[in-house]
Each structure stands twice: as C-alpha cells, then as structure tokens.
C-alpha cells in the first residue's frame, strides 16, 4: 500500500493550489485519510483529515480557506487551498489509515510529501 502525493508548488498570497493524493491497490477499507504538513523548524501538524463517513476537520488555523474532499473510487484525497498565505509555506503530507488485502489488517501509512511555497 502506497500513497502518491503531487499538486504542490508556489503560489502567491491570495492564490490557491489543490494537493492531490492517490492510494494504490490492495484496500479492503480506509478508515481515514488526511493531509499534515510540516514547516522548516516546526514539528508535523495535523491540517485536515476525513473519516470513512466522511466526517471531516480541520485545523483552525486553515478553516474557511481548505477543503478536503475524497473520491471513492479512485482512492484519492485532495485538498484545496485557497486564500493561501505565506505562513501556509510547508511540505504537506498525506496519510492514510486503511485495512489493507489480504490479510485484512491495519495499516497507516505516509505519502513522500510535496512542497508548497506562498510568497507574500
């Protein structure tokens, strides 16, 4: 189970980006996604996430200006940011929570995190 992550970039203060995030086969089940970020000298934050509900949540600091949603059938989170400011500037990971085929189990696994940059 693999998760590929793509979409980052730079943006301007104000601008918008969508992060996308793909898993590959061998699902049974996910249990949640979400994506985390982590700036230079800062420890990984949590930005927003979704359950299998569909439930999602955000950071506090993001509400209002991300939205992540999930296509189901192509077992693939993305986020959209809009509003984007430079203290948004981090490597944005995704991760997945699933139960995994065939041998049913639980797994949690971390995509290899893209870079978005907001200049001000």
């Known amino acids: 189970v693999q998760l590929q992550a793509s979409g980052g970039g730079l943006a301007q203060a104000g601008g918008s980006l969508r992060l996308s995030c793909a898993l590959s086969?061998?699902?049974?089940?996910?249990?949640?996604m979400g994506w985390y970020r982590q700036a230079p000298g800062k420890p990984r934050e949590v930005v927003a996430t979704?359950?299998?509900?569909?439930?999602?949540n955000y950071a506090d600091s993001v509400k209002g200006r991300f939205t992540i949603s999930r296509d189901n059938a192509k077992n693939t989170i993305y986020l959209q940011m809009i509003s984007l400011k430079p203290e948004d500037t981090a490597v944005y990971y995704c991760?997945?929570?699933?139960?995994?085929?065939?041998?049913?189990?639980?797994?949690?696994?971390w995509g290899q995190g893209t870079l978005v940059t907001v200049s001000s």
């Open positions: 991760h997945a929570d699933v139960i995994r085929t065939p041998d049913m189990t639980r797994y949690i696994t």
């Open positions: 086969e061998g699902i049974f089940r996910i249990n949640s």
């Open positions: 979704i359950t299998a509900d569909d439930t999602t």
